[in-house]
């Protein structure tokens, strides 16, 4: 039986101290424990992540089992969105599973009802366990950013007409082509010119135009530039973490657990109507607190006009593309980056290392075919 929520007065906001944060630590590697034991991944991404988001540096290898229904009892006086984090922290650890065994996938959905959380990932989780991951897939799509899509959830993308589905392509809209590439027109340190520096170095087309990304998707390309991440595959991952974190929606998680079960496990082939599988990423040399770090300032930000959290995929960023960047970081409270993520190799879309081979080969084949000399503004290898 799930404990109830607390009431108006009796809430806990406080940020959680150690003795806490170790309870849901081992609370979390509890419920994703495979009956061999949790991995020494998942220790290494939950205390990155923990110590990130909290703080608190944590060993989990010392931490107690903690099941269901102590875990409930813990988090009685903490707000439903608070226990949903903690939920997804389970699926996230869970995620990371190779393969992720049927009781691990069970336990964590104990583990949410007891806390009164029914979230559609669970679902997901459910079915990667079950090694169909054709119906996996699907069943993602169904759950994941893009369940409760709208036409007019289009308006941002200024796409020419309506889409129906989130992630489709839209390589035929000259007036969408052509209001990205006035972005080139925009006084220089604009966002909107250094997102058009930011295509033009890697040859990457404006959406709108054939072979160009989903409009949805080119949304995050704005991200990059705002957050300062590169476009190195294990880039993706930071920027997606950011983007999740930033967003208290629920479904803003699914992006994050879409590219993980992209780049780390490869449960899913394909995804965002673009993005191809391409597995070990996260489990590389300090990805976990690339992570960690990444998600700590997405929950950092704010939205505009005071809204406390930002779905950065909706955000119309043609109204801000005029305004100098730093100008727009300092609009969303975006934090600079840890000096451990730094050490731990995050770069930016400027530095070295932030841009990759093959996409540094296309932007100097974009370059060579305008007739124009290549420029990567600060971006390579």
Same mark, same amino acid.
């Given at each position: 039986?799930?404990?109830?929520?607390?009431?108006?007065?009796? *809430?806990?906001?406080?940020?959680?101290?150690?003795?806490?944060?170790?309870?849901?630590?081992?609370?979390?590697?509890?419920?994703?424990?495979?009956?061999?034991?949790? $991995?020494?991944?998942?220790?290494?991404?939950?205390?990155?992540?923990?110590?990130?988001?909290?703080?608190?540096?944590?060993?989990?290898?010392?931490?107690?089992?903690?099941?269901? !229904?102590?875990?409930?009892?813990?988090?009685?006086?903490?707000?439903?969105?608070?226990?949903?984090?903690?939920?997804?922290?389970?699926?996230?650890?869970?995620?990371?599973?190779?393969?992720?065994?049927?009781?691990?996938?069970?336990?964590?959905?104990?583990?949410?009802?007891?806390?009164?959380?029914?979230?559609?990932?669970?679902?997901?989780?459910?079915?990667?366990?079950?090694?169909?991951?054709?119906?996996?897939?699907?069943? @993602? !799509?169904? &759950?994941?950013?893009? =369940?409760?899509?709208?036409?007019?959830?289009?308006?941002?993308?200024?796409?020419?007409?309506?889409?129906?589905?989130?992630?489709? $392509?839209?390589?035929?809209?000259?007036?969408?082509?052509?209001?990205?590439?006035?972005?080139?027109?925009?006084?220089?340190?604009?966002?909107?010119?250094? *997102?058009?520096?930011?295509?033009? =170095?890697?040859?990457?087309?404006?959406?709108?135009?054939?072979?160009?990304?989903?409009?949805?998707?080119?949304?995050?390309?704005?991200?990059?530039?705002? =957050?300062?991440?590169?476009?190195? *595959?294990?880039?993706?991952?930071?920027?997606?973490? @950011?983007?999740?974190?930033? &967003?208290?929606?629920?479904?803003?998680?699914?992006?994050?657990?879409?590219?993980?079960?992209?780049?780390? $496990?490869?449960?899913?082939?394909?995804?965002?109507?673009?993005?191809?599988?391409?597995?070990?990423?996260?489990?590389?040399?300090?990805?976990?607190?690339?992570?960690?770090? =990444?998600?700590?300032?997405?929950?950092? $930000?704010?939205?505009?006009?005071?809204?406390?959290?930002?779905? @950065?995929?909706?955000?119309?960023?043609?109204?801000?593309?005029?305004?100098?960047?730093?100008?727009?970081?300092?609009?969303?409270?975006?934090?600079?980056?840890?000096?451990?993520?730094?050490?731990?190799?995050?770069?930016?879309?400027? !530095?070295?290392?932030?841009?990759?081979?093959?996409?540094?080969?296309?932007?100097?084949?974009?370059?060579?075919?305008?007739?124009?000399?290549?420029?990567?503004?600060?971006?390579?290898?």
């Amino acid at each position: 039986m799930a404990v109830p929520f607390p009431s108006d007065d009796d *809430v806990n906001l406080d940020p959680p101290e150690k003795s806490e944060s170790e309870k849901h630590a081992a609370a979390i590697l509890s419920a994703t424990r495979p009956p061999s034991g949790n $991995t020494e991944f998942q220790h290494l991404l939950m205390e990155a992540t923990f110590e990130a988001m909290t703080g608190h540096t944590i060993d989990t290898r010392d931490l107690p089992f903690i099941d269901a !229904e102590t875990n409930a009892r813990n988090l009685a006086r903490r707000a439903p969105g608070f226990r949903m984090r903690m939920v997804h922290m389970m699926v996230l650890s869970a995620l990371v599973l190779r393969p992720i065994p049927r009781v691990v996938a069970a336990q964590v959905a104990d583990y949410s009802r007891s806390l009164g959380i029914d979230d559609s990932l669970l679902r997901t989780v459910e079915q990667f366990a079950s090694s169909d991951k054709a119906l996996a897939a699907v069943d @993602f !799509e169904r &759950n994941g950013y893009t =369940a409760e899509w709208s036409p007019e959830r289009t308006e941002a993308l200024h796409t020419e007409a309506a889409r129906d589905d989130g992630w489709a $392509t839209s390589e035929d809209d000259p007036e969408l082509a052509a209001r990205w590439a006035a972005l080139a027109d925009l006084p220089e340190g604009t966002l909107g010119r250094r *997102v058009h520096e930011f295509y033009l =170095a890697r040859g990457f087309s404006f959406p709108g135009s054939p072979g160009s990304a989903p409009p949805l998707l080119a949304q995050h390309d704005w991200v990059h530039v705002l =957050a300062d991440y590169g476009t190195k *595959v294990e880039a993706e991952l930071e920027v997606f973490a @950011f983007i999740a974190r930033a &967003n208290d929606d629920p479904r803003g998680f699914s992006l994050l657990a879409m590219v993980v079960s992209l780049f780390e $496990t490869g449960y899913l082939a394909e995804g965002a109507g673009l993005f191809e599988a391409f597995p070990g990423q996260l489990s590389a040399d300090g990805m976990t607190v690339r992570i960690g770090d =990444a998600m700590r300032r997405g929950a950092l $930000t704010s939205g505009l006009d005071g809204e406390p959290d930002v779905d @950065f995929m909706a955000v119309d960023w043609f109204t801000l593309a005029d305004r100098p960047l730093g100008e727009v970081q300092r609009a969303f409270g975006l934090t600079p980056k840890s000096d451990k993520a730094i050490a731990a190799g995050s770069v930016g879309p400027w !530095e070295k290392g932030g841009i990759s081979e093959a996409q540094l080969a296309m932007g100097r084949r974009m370059a060579e075919e305008q007739n124009r000399p290549y420029e990567g503004f600060g971006a390579e290898l």
